[in-house]
């Protein structure tokens, strides 16, 4: 089963949006198997935004990102991570759909609420980054089998 990296960003924690962005994700049927609340460092913030520490904005997303508490969440589904994504929305929340993440609650390119890794690897990584093994749950939702069918929960 496939699983990715969710940050609710300082902009979620602050709005008290938390449990409603939460909510979405349970309500798609995506299982919750790892969930904390942290501080992004400065080391932090350049690790996980590698791609872009050169870019002219990173020094704004870096002052967004470590300005207050992200809470950390690994996700596991079917196609967790494209899921996710399409759940999100694109990153700028002014051109984002209604009925997406940033689409409905955020009008900002930048404070756009979540984030989510882009694909499979960058998931493995970013929950490297993010989690210990240890912390990472694993439990028998008895929900299950009314998520999807057998042959898709691989
Ligand atoms: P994504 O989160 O949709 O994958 P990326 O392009 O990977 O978007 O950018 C990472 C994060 O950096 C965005 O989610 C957003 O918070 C911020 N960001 C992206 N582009 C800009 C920009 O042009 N100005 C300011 N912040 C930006
Ligand atoms: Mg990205």
Redesign the pocket.
Known sequence: MERTLILF?PDAVQRRLAGTLLSRLENKGLKIVGLKMLKVSKELSAKH?A??VSKP?YP??EA?ITSGPVIALVAEGPSAVAVVRGM?G??NGAQAAPGTIRGDFGVS????LM?GS?SVEAAKKEIDVYFRPEELVSYDSSLKDWVCAADEAK
Do not use: A, G
């Open positions: 960003k935004y791609e872009h904005f704004l997303l967004f999100m694109p990153t390119r930048q404070m756009n984030h882009d």
